[in-house]
């Protein structure tokens, strides 16, 4: 209905040029767009507003222009002039009414385009240290960044998730040394315990593993433990192996694979590092003080220059990152989105900086990143800042243990990446209308309870009777419903654009109280058959677009409550 309306207007214009009312060479970009007060139509434009000037009339005066040289379309039922300018359009009820089918020709497609045209696109998230279990923030993560490529594949593009281990550094070793010192009896509260060692149960099941000699089977790499308590570098192989498996079966339990799994010790294992520093050395973009190497970031807009290698040969953090994303351009990808906790922040300018003084032709701004806020759990009012297993976060599966995988997933992923969160326990766990998730899908339970109830009277689905009668929708509440329906395809290609999924989250919410609205003012089992049929295929048609955005959500879609 949308786009009926934009061709309207745009032949509207195109006549007004013809006229001379409109100068030949103006070429505005239409805007329709729903409007908030049914009072005022269905769909609203301030197309009058934005070319008053241009055409030396009065706002309400080109507006009536713009009608009058509307062509005639059996979509539109009225059109009205309202405030400085504005033109209501009214649609018809056959008209409107049509989305319904289309709802269900089209099915598990509906909101699905090919506007990507294949072009690839990869996805980076989560990309946790394997140190320890996942925590609620790597949640958040893995949530957008799982939601953002559902996003994306439904609009046509060829996605790859990959997940970056940091398996090397300060970090893999705190690991191995806690394991270690677990191993051979120490505790956390022991004055020996290694200064920034970890503390959580988990380090226990691991050291105890380690001393079985277990057999961990990760993602690419099955680990025997020795059993020697005094071979750190292979309690290290072991405690990397033992956590990834642990954080595999976390994003398990939460829904979300990958296609990659890259690891940072081959950057170095495979001379990718090195390769990147003589590139930026022979690029002469680098320079020697105080014993250390030195990247020029400021020649591209870093607010100061950043050592790369340190005095002591170690490199620092961004340049394995710098390497890492020299590596995915060479794979072919030219869209990369990087969804990170906004601690990454300070690294998207020098990591950028990086890549441009690399001169291997990649883009100014490459790549995107969505950074997400922290989450801050609640219970009851009160912050819950500790899991046993895991010494001093709460985990993802603690939450999914708490609430489900379906609450955890909606209420991670629908709110904006870039604002703080906080997750409520006790409203997750709630079957009532303030649990958004649970409204959303009981709107769906209540389609399929409804369908129900018709077949135990005998008075089952009739789809060709539905489809002829569509035009019997007149309530305002149903033409509530269809306008909202009609408006999805727009909500998956914008959210997908912007790597904004709360868009579909906010969508399901606006159906959801569209349907019950409608379903509490509306009876459907009504002794008139076609105008019972044409109700039940709109609650048919609302149930299969709860389905397909549920689905963008990587949340389940429940036939009873």
Known sequence: MKETII????????????????????TPTLKVDPTKDKAHGDYATN????????AGKKPRELAEALIAALPQSDAVEKVEIAGPGFINFFTATDAAAQIVRQVLDAGDTFGRSLAGRGHKVQVEFVSANPTGPLHVGHG??????DCISRLLEATGYDVTREFYYNDAGA????????????????????????????????????????????TVHADDRHVTAKGDPDDLDAIRDFAVAWLRREQDLDLKAFGVSFDVYFLESSLYREGKVEEAVERLIAGGHTYEQDGALWLRTTDFGDDKDRVMRKSDGSYTYFLPDVAYHLNKWQRGFETVINEQGADHHSTVTRVRAGLQALETGIPQGWPDYVLHQMVMVTRSGVEVKLSKRAGSYVT???????????????????????SQLTFDIDLARSQSNDNPVYYVQYAHARVCSMLR????????????????SLGKLEEDQEKAVMNRLARFPEVVAHAAASREPQQVAQYLLD????????????????????????RLALGLATRQVLRNGLDLMGVSAPEEM
């Open 7 to 26: 061709s309207l207007l745009e032949n509207a214009v195109d006549t007004l040029k013809q006229q001379g009312t409109l100068p030949a060479d103006v």
């Open 47 to 54: 197309l009058a507003l934005m070319l008053a000037k241009p």
């Open 140 to 145: 958040r993560g893995a949530a957008i960044g």
């Open 171 to 214: 970090q893999i070793a705190n690991l191995a040394l806690s394991v270690q010192a677990r191993a051979k009896g120490l505790t956390p509260d022991d004055d020996a315990w290694p200064a920034d060692g970890y503390r959580g149960d988990y380090i226990t099941e691991v050291a105890n593993d380690y001393l079985a000699g277990e």
């Open 396 to 418: 993802v599966r603690d939450l999914i243990d708490e609430v489900g995988r379906d609450a955890t997933r909606f209420f991670l992923a629908a709110r904006r990446a870039d």
């Open 453 to 468: 109830k018709a077949e135990a009277q005998g008075l089952g689905f009739d789809h060709d009777l539905a489809m002829v």
């Open 511 to 534: 159906l959801a109280a569209e349907f019950h609205s409608c379903y509490n003012a509306v009876k459907v089992m009504v002794d008139d058959d076609e105008l019972r049929n044409a």
